[in-house]
Structure formats: C-alpha cells, structure tokens
C-alpha cells in the first residue's frame, strides 16, 4: 500500500494537469497544508523546449530553496516526467509531508501517464538541468550508475516507503542519513530525528520508580520537549496523571515514560481520535528512533519493559503494569474477583 499523508490533490490542479500539452506545472501545498494545488508563481516558458523548462525550474526552485515541491513537465518528445524536489535541509516536517504524499499525487495524476525513468526524485537545484535528466533516464544497468546516481535511487526508494506500515522503519533507519553528512541529532548515533530539549535530557536521569515523564514534539523548533512530569504514580492514577499534566480534552499526540517497578519503566505512545494527520505522521515516524535513543543514552539494559499504544489516554491497557496477573481484577465487597471489562477498541 503506497504512502497516505492524508494530502490530496484539488481539482484545480488535476484540471491543469489534464490542460498540460507543453511545459511544466509546479505543484505546492496550499497555506493550510491540506491539498495539493497548482503554484501560480511560477510561470512556464514560452518556448516550451525541455532545456528551457529545466532552465525556469532551475531558477524557480533556487529562489525558493530550501522549500519542497512537485513539477510535472509535458513535452511532445519526451511525454511527461513528473519531478519530486526535497532538498536535504529542508525542515524534517516538510520532507515528510512532501515525501508522503508523492504517491498519492501520481496516482491521482494517473501513474500510467509516466515512464518508470521520467519519475525523479531531487535534493539539490543543480540537478535540475537537461543533462542530469538525461544521464538519470539513459539506461538502466545500475553498474553504470554513477555514485551520484545510485544516491539518488535510493532517496527516490525511501520516498516510496509507507510510513504506516512495518516499512517506515526503513524509512526511520535512511531519514538521518539525508542530511548531507551533517551529525545526527542524537549524541549516540541513533535515528533520532528531533534534538531533544536539555529540560527532557535532565528529566531522563536519576530514579524512575513512581515517575512519570510526558513528552511532546515541538514542531516550530522541531525539538523532543518536557511537558511536565509527576511522582509517586502507581499503574492505578497512570492515565489521571496522564490527563491532569496532559490535559483530559487535548487531542494531540503524545510520548509518556512511567517506571511502574524497580528498574522497569513502560513507554506510551498515545495518538487520540481527531490528532491531525501530520502529528501522526510526525510521532509514528520519529517513535523507534526515540525508542532507540531512550535505550542506548538514558536507560540502563533492559529497564524499557512495556511499549504501550493507544488512542485515547483511557485505552491504556494497566494490567500490562501490574506486578501480578491477578492485579488486573476487581474484588468486591464478598471476596468475589471479576476483570475489568474493556471498552471499544478505536479502529
């Protein structure tokens, strides 16, 4: 199943495509990144020749450098080749976006309309020019590829990954890898792709017993922030301690560490009903590499125990934290012991 983002094309731009018969379309997000839609500030050349679209493409696209976007170019020669520009620096939130969403625009747009070879995908203006079009399309024999070439196959390949599937930890495994050599976020090396703030990092050492720490991913300075934390929780208050440092009617998604026992400490991930569909892109694509980087910096061996997700702050499973199997069961008054029913599932 391709990547879902959620983003779809309007009709608007699947009427420009259809009208395209010579030069290209640029293709943006609209202000409140909910559709995809034509960019009118860009301006096709006249001459429609593919040496001169590449020209215009070139220079529209370093003007607004490092920002994402889509092109799809119409030739009578070459038919149409649909580009995919993600520089490396852009910001993570909009390289996902724009990386998820790639499928789902050339099904739309009708993937039959392009060959396997006039499907790119580009993370520098330079590359954007007629002979590095033609190098990429000339052949097919990967022993010929340059290393060039062979780098930008597998960003091309990533691109295609599904971040809700098991696959979008090969996503989460090349992601720090795009970024032009530059060190990970993390200190360890990990695939961490938020920093994480100082506050967080000081809150993640000492004694978890009874300690709940909530975290949040800070989109503006795309940073692992603290929002609060609070002791003396046992597995019984979790999910009202949950609420009161969270809030009982937020809907966005959030990061929880709870040390239900000596040396053992469970991780929640919870992603309520109504969390806009980029939030889930952001916490699902960033969770194993927090998991990761939580197991090598800030937890001794073993001590993550239980990964917990949920929905709602309610679905949490407690009989997951309890020491005894029979903790789980409510007595009653008579001694007699019954389980807890649980609620709908969220589908």
Same mark, same amino acid.
Do not use: W
């Given at each position: ?42 301006? !096709? =050349? $006249? *001459? ?5 679209? +590449?020209?215009?493409?070139? &220079? ?44 789902t625009l050339l099904q739309q747009l009708g993937s ?71 060190? !990970? =976020? $993390? *200190? ?5 792709? +938020?920093?994480?703030?100082? &506050? ?125 199997? $029979? ?13 807890k029913p649980k609620g709908p599932r969220r589908r």
């Amino acid at each position: 199943m391709a990547t879902q983002s959620g983003i779809t094309a309007s009709e608007s731009l699947l009427q420009e495509f259809k009208s395209l018969n010579n030069g290209a379309l640029v293709i943006t997000l609209n202000s409140e990144s909910t559709q995809l839609v034509p960019d009118n500030s860009y301006k !096709s =050349p $006249s *001459s429609g020749d593919l040496s001169s679209v +590449f020209e215009s493409l070139n &220079e529209y696209f370093g003007a607004q450098y490092p920002t994402p976007g889509y092109a799809v170019i119409h030739t009578p020669e070459s038919g149409f080749i649909f580009i995919s520009f993600i520089p490396d620096s852009a910001p993570i939130r909009q390289k996902m976006l724009f990386a998820s969403t790639k499928n789902t625009l050339l099904q739309q747009l009708g993937s039959s309309n392009f060959g396997t070879k006039n499907i790119l995908a580009l993370t520098e203006v330079e590359e954007l020019n007629l002979l590095h079009y033609k190098h990429l399309t000339q052949g097919s024999n990967e022993s010929l590829l340059t290393e060039e070439e062979r780098v930008l196959a597998q960003i091309n390949s990533v691109q295609n990954l599904n971040l809700g599937q098991p696959t979008s930890q090969s996503f989460k495994r090349e992601l720090p890898s795009m970024h032009s050599g530059s060190a !990970s =976020p $993390s *200190s360890s090396g990990s695939n961490l792709l +938020f920093k994480m703030d100082p &506050e967080l990092e000081k809150s993640l050492s000492g004694d978890f017993l009874g300690k709940l720490v909530v975290i949040r991913i800070d989109k503006d300075t795309e940073t692992l922030v603290l929002i609060g934390s609070e002791s003396d929780v046992t597995p019984q208050t979790l999910i009202s301690s949950l609420e009161k440092v969270v809030g009982a009617s937020e809907t966005s998604p959030i990061y929880a560490l709870f040390g239900h026992d000596t040396d053992k400490v469970a991780f929640v991930y919870s992603c309520p009903s109504g969390s806009k569909v980029k939030d889930r892109m952001l916490y699902a694509a960033n969770k194993q590499g927090f998991l990761s980087h939580l197991k090598s910096d800030n937890l001794k061996d073993k001590q993550l125990d239980v990964v917990l997700e949920v929905g709602d702050l309610d679905e949490i499973e407690l009989s997951k934290l309890e020491k005894e199997a $029979s903790a789980s069961t409510t007595q009653t008054n008579s001694g007699m012991r019954f389980s807890k029913p649980k609620g709908p599932r969220r589908r």
